[in-house]
């Protein structure tokens, strides 16, 4: 069965980056869509950004519009989210999740990583 395995997360200032990545050992991602998602404490788990498996992007959140980019590698078997300009409302657990072909909202996700903890503060 896919598995997902999120990496990148930790502790960053205001205004700082980090790239998160998504990666799924012995399985190949081509044919997934891949979203990115994130659940801040007491809040629901929002979609942030996905990638559909031809590479079309599609971001969700108003908020991280112009700053976060997600991306594939498909050498590397990996989907990545660059955040850059990080704000204290991005602290969150981030997760990534997979469906077959096209991105799908949070409920249509067939696969969920366990999430990594990222913490905007200074």
């Known amino acids: 069965q896919l598995q997902l395995v999120e990496s990148g997360g930790g502790l960053v200032q205001p205004g700082g980056s980090l790239r998160l990545s998504c990666t799924a050992p012995?399985?190949?991602?081509?044919?997934?869509?891949i979203g990115w998602f994130r659940q801040a404490p007491g809040k629901e788990r929002e979609r942030v950004s996905c990638?559909?498996?031809?590479?079309?992007?599609?971001n969700y959140a108003d908020s991280v519009k112009g700053r976060f980019t997600i991306s594939r590698d498909k050498a590397k078997n990996t989907v990545y989210l660059q955040m850059n300009s990080l704000k204290p409302e991005g602290t969150a657990v981030y997760y990534c999740?997979?469906?077959?072909?096209?991105?799908?909202?949070?409920?249509?996700?067939?696969?969920w990583g366990k999430g990594t903890l990222v913490t905007v503060s200074s």
């Open positions: 999740a997979a469906v077959t072909y096209y991105c799908s909202g949070r409920e249509g996700m067939d696969y």
């Open positions: 990638m559909n498996y031809v590479g079309e992007k599609l």
């Open positions: 012995g399985f190949s991602l081509d044919y997934y869509a």
